[in-house]
């Protein structure tokens, strides 16, 4: 082995940054405390909070396969929700380490 990595692979080193629109029924069934474990068991940086017009958004950072995997947890939520639309942009990394609940925007 040379130690290069594959063509195309991911560098697990990469971080990435991205905000997060998730839409469907998502408001009133743990979505936000839910998101707040996953991210924190992932070790992700950034926010959740819920939005005036019943969605849930959030900010994700870290390591790159961090946030794909959180991404594709969205899509499934907890056991009440159901999830319709995630989008994702990516943005700025935050600049304070950790995860956090936000107040409804």
């Known amino acids: 082995m040379s130690g290069e990595s594959e063509p195309g ?15 469907g029924r998502v408001q009133g069934v743990w979505f936000r405390a839910w998101t707040a474990q ?30 794909d995997e959180m991404l594709a947890a969205c899509w499934t939520g907890p056991p009440a929700a159901v ?12 600049e304070e380490p950790g995860f956090r609940q936000a107040p409804t925007a």
Not at 9 to 23: G, H, S, T
């Open 9 to 23: 692979a991911a560098d697990p080193a990469a971080l990435k940054a991205v905000q997060v629109r998730i839409e």
């Open 38 to 67: 996953e991210a924190r068991a992932r070790k992700l940086s950034g926010w959740v909070r819920n939005r005036a017009d019943g969605t849930v958004e959030a900010l994700f950072a870290g390591p790159e396969a961090a946030v």
């Open 83 to 94: 999830v319709e639309e995630v989008r994702a942009q990516p943005v700025a990394a935050p």
